[in-house]
């Protein structure tokens, strides 16, 4: 059996024209285009090339960023400062500090600091909260594009036994509960694994749906994997590559050669789930601008 690949970019374009007719609409009918605040501390080359894309991507949703980049030196109250300004700003809609923060900040507070409404990541404890009791808020970007991918490839959750690696604030504690949830991409019966679980693969056998966030590459092998799973496989790793110019190559937490030939769908690396993590955050800001029409009624 050869998997079939779950194509993130095409999936990925299709929901970017839909959000951009969407923005459209929204300045047409109100004259709100949405806005985003962009905070990038420091000069870490890959956050660096992640925001980027990111503003990019807004540009061609249609959408408006504020670009704030501020050197490692910055202290804790000055880009707390900052957030409170965007906080009070109408024309932004959401804010997006990229992590990881340079040594010295205090991630957690820098977090707490962003007004729910505002926190198109999702990252706030009060987002957390409504996500875990199932009331509407903003979903954490990367786990709200997997379960987007198993909805748009056709993929039943209801019922099966999804296996969640890994246990991460951003990737595996929130899919997993959003795999649980009683709503459409859920109703599963979730297993989260993690560095202290013995016997990795006597779980990850068992699963129908295997959600692979381990940030170790070659973490889940063919062996490993039940024939016929579906595997969303969300690490993206650099490994020593002598055969490429730039001396690595990119990949996953799956060995995607042996998995590809016994799971019924799989997502490559790249070009699977990274290109939904930016999508959906598109669709939050749009929706975070949305709602600022709804408080106003």
């Known amino acids: 059996m050869a998997a079939e690949l779950i194509d993130g970019k095409l999936l990925a374009a299709t929901m970017r024209a839909e959000i951009r007719q969407k923005v459209l609409e929204l300045k047409a009918t109100s004259g709100i285009t949405p806005g985003l605040g962009v905070i990038l501390v420091g000069d870490d ?9 990111k503003e990019q991507a807004l540009a061609a949703a249609g959408m408006h960023s504020e670009d704030i980049r501020l050197p490692a030196s910055t202290s804790q109250e000055e880009l707390l400062a900052i957030i409170q300004r965007l906080n009070a700003t109408p024309e932004i809609h959401g804010i997006l500090v990229q992590l990881p923060l340079p040594e010295g900040l205090d991630e957690a ?25 199932g009331e509407p808020c903003f979903l954490p970007c990367t786990p709200h594009g997997v379960i987007q991918m198993l909805l748009r490839s056709g993929v039943e959750t209801k019922g099966k036994h999804a296996v969640v ?25 979730v297993t989260l694994c993690h560095t202290a679980t013995t016997d990795l693969a006597a779980f990850t056998r068992q699963a129908d749906i295997l959600i692979v966030a381990s940030g170790r590459p070659s973490t889940v092998t063919g062996t490993m994997v039940k024939p016929g799973a579906v595997v969303i496989d969300v690490g993206v790793n650099r490994v020593p590559c002598a ?27 790249p070009g699977g789930v990274g290109p939904m993590t930016i999508t959906m955050l598109l669709e939050n800001t749009y929706q975070a601008a949305v709602n600022t029409l709804q408080r106003d009624l």
Do not use: H, W
């Open 45 to 53: 080359p890959a956050s660096r090339s992640y925001v980027t894309a």
């Open 109 to 133: 507070a820098v977090i707490r600091a962003i007004a729910p409404e505002k926190d198109v990541d999702g990252f706030t404890p009060v987002n957390v909260g409504r996500m875990m009791i």
């Open 243 to 269: 055969t490429t110019k730039s001396g690595y190559r990119l990949c996953g937490d799956c060995d995607f050669e042996s998995v590809s030939a016994v799971a019924s769908k799989l997502t490559p690396v």
């Open 165 to 189: 690696v890994g246990r991460s604030n951003i990737v595996g504690k929130p899919v997993a509960q959003l795999l649980a949830r009683k709503a459409k991409g859920g109703n599963a019966t």
